[in-house]
């Protein structure tokens, strides 16, 4: 985990460093009016106007603001020293930390990740045992063309329909267009603020987890398939047990063993791996949207930042998929292979 975690926050910070058109370059952009046309300020007090010159001066403690004024060692050196204080640095345009921003993002990529990880599960494990109990059927057939359907439709594709449909679009105006909550949210009751969410949230959430049913659901109906066609379910139901007994007592058991071992790497991505485009569609400003701001303005702070609280978070699920797996397979001990 160290070693990969190193090599990342490594080629991370080679690439922001001598990538073209860094944070220097973007402020002097603004100053003379080719990026933004408008009163620009770098921060710390220097202002300038749209159009003006920036002198060597000036120029200077634009460096000396950013860090540049060091030896590239000497700024990596900075920066895992920082890191290994789980301290992010921050931001070089908002002037806040990484960590402030990551949690004021958070609530709409939590949002999201949860429920769509939740409807995920609840509906494609069910979907997919029931699929392999009728292997071969015409509800196996339809159900497949339907989760393949949606898993062909792309997310943000399915996110304008359900606007032009339900938003307000062009037909019917049943869901909101943009945001989590209402504007008169706080005045509301316990009751009405959960449906107001839940009535924002709607949208969003479809559009993002309609794609996420078929890899699961066709996991599901395989490992069922494959856990059927053992031996040891011949031997159950040659001494009568029935087959419902046989599922949940013994197949259900073995063929989640994948599912399993995949859970807390589904769990956490579900979280992190959020749609910018869906985000953006919606106007939700979540963790996706936040890192794509922070590469187009070149706000390495929060670019690196934020890579490497997702890279540490997603070793850390790799471990406890691996984990986990010793967990649900007892036949699997690690140590009796060293001894």
Same mark, same amino acid.
């Given at each position: ?48 106007? &749209? ?40 931001? !070089? ?57 949606? !898993? ?18 062009? !037909? ?17 009751? &316990? ?5 107001? !969410? ?56 073995? &063929? ?12 956490? &991505? ?70």
């Amino acid at each position: 985990m160290l070693p990969t975690l190193f090599g990342v926050v490594t080629l991370t910070f080679i690439i922001t460093q001598f990538v073209p058109g860094g944070p220097i370059e973007h402020v002097l952009n603004e100053a003379q009016g080719t990026d933004t046309g408008a009163e620009a300020s770098g921060g710390g007090g220097l202002n300038y106007s &749209a159009g003006g010159r920036v002198d060597d001066s000036q120029l200077q403690q634009l460096r000396e603001m950013y860090g540049f004024d060091k030896p590239v060692l000497e700024r990596y050196w900075l920066m895992i020293s920082r890191f290994a204080r789980f301290d992010l640095g921050e931001s !070089y345009f908002t002037h806040e930390s990484v960590w402030s921003l990551i949690k004021s993002k958070l609530p709409v990529s939590l949002s999201l990740g949860l429920w769509t990880f939740m409807l995920t599960y609840l509906i494609s494990v069910p979907l997919g045992i029931a699929k392999a109990v009728r292997a071969g059927t015409r509800f196996d057939l339809v159900s497949s063309v339907l989760v393949m359907t949606g !898993y062909a439709i792309p997310g943000f594709v399915l996110g304008v329909l359900l606007l032009v449909l339900f938003g307000g679009g062009t !037909y019917w105006t049943v869901f909101p267009l943009r945001g989590l909550t209402s504007e008169n949210w706080e005045q509301l009751s &316990a009751t009405g603020k959960v449906l107001d !969410y839940l009535w924002h949230i709607a949208l969003p959430v479809t559009a993002t987890v309609v794609s996420q049913f078929a890899v699961k659901t066709m996991l599901t109906k395989h490992a069922v398939l494959e856990q059927i066609r053992r031996q040891y379910v011949l031997t159950a139901r040659a001494k009568g047990l029935s087959e419902r007994s046989v599922l949940w007592r013994h197949v259900f058991r073995n &063929a989640l063993l994948p599912l399993v071992t995949g859970f807390p790497a589904t769990f956490i &991505a579900a979280f992190f791996t959020g749609s910018l485009l869906i985000e953006t569609l919606f106007s939700l400003d979540g963790l996706g949207l936040l890192s794509f701001e922070s590469v187009r303005r070149r706000d390495y702070p929060v670019v690196i930042g934020t890579l490497f609280l997702f890279t540490l978070l997603g070793l850390f699920t790799k471990l406890i998929g691996d984990l986990a797996y010793v967990l649900a397979d007892p036949r699997i001990k690690f140590d009796s292979h060293r001894s």
